[in-house]
């Protein structure tokens, strides 16, 4: 559907709730999670912040959004690709993220660790997908389990083997970029890649 079949309010309401977003993004290249209010998101974007509200109840679910935005975006570049090339795929794109924001990746692993990161019911509308993306995708929001396990449910691995794989994924994605300041790791996409070719060495 092209963005001019939108209606004014949908374009109105995605447009606000992506720059709320945008701008937490562009806060947390610079400041904690923790130091940035809602008062203050409030006053950039020149809204109330009951209407910050209307969107998200809290600074927490903004994380959540981020989280169901970039699984909607990973699922959109790995169509069409099998599923080793996939995982690859994910990982390039998770890097060249967080090389963009570490401080946002690194509030997303703090709250993980810390608190637990809860699906919650955020619908993601077809004027969010459509300004986002380009296009309105037909794929469900979703986390990191979402996007790799129905890749690796296509390798036809023995359950246990696919759970050791998935565990070896999970820790590579968000376990490594915390090791960054380590002198050796040059660039996160190549130590990613080095620890894939390690774990999926056996299924290619």
């Not at 795929?89 to 401080?103: G, H, L, V």
């Not at 019911?121 to 004027?127: K, V």
């Not at 190549?190 to 070719?197: A, G, P, R």
């Amino acid at each position: 559907m092209p963005l001019s079949q939108l209606s004014l309010r949908e374009k109105k309401q995605a447009t606000l709730k992506l720059k709320i977003l945008d701008t937490f993004d562009e806060k947390l290249k610079t400041k904690a999670l923790a130091d940035i209010s809602v008062k203050e998101i409030a006053h950039d974007l020149e809204i109330s912040e009951m209407t910050f509200f209307n969107y998200f109840g809290s600074k927490k679910e903004v994380l959540i959004y981020f989280i169901e935005l970039w699984s909607l975006e990973m699922q959109l570049c790995i169509e069409g690709i099998e599923p080793i090339k996939a995982i690859y795929r994910i990982f390039e794109e998770t890097a060249i993220m967080i090389e963009k924001n570490p401080n946002l990746f690194m509030e997303i692993v703090a709250t993980m660790a810390l608190q637990g990161v809860e699906k919650k019911d955020i619908h993601i509308g077809r004027a969010e997908r459509i300004l986002r993306f380009g296009k309105e995708s037909t794929h469900k929001e979703g986390g990191f389990s979402d996007i790799v396990k129905p890749l690796l449910v296509k390798l036809e691995l023995p359950d246990e083997k696919e759970t050791l794989i998935y565990t070896a994924l999970f820790n590579t994605c968000f376990a490594t970029p915390l090791l960054m300041k380590c002198p050796r790791f040059t660039a996160l996409k190549e130590h990613y890649f080095e620890q894939l070719d390690f774990i999926l060495k056996e299924v290619k």
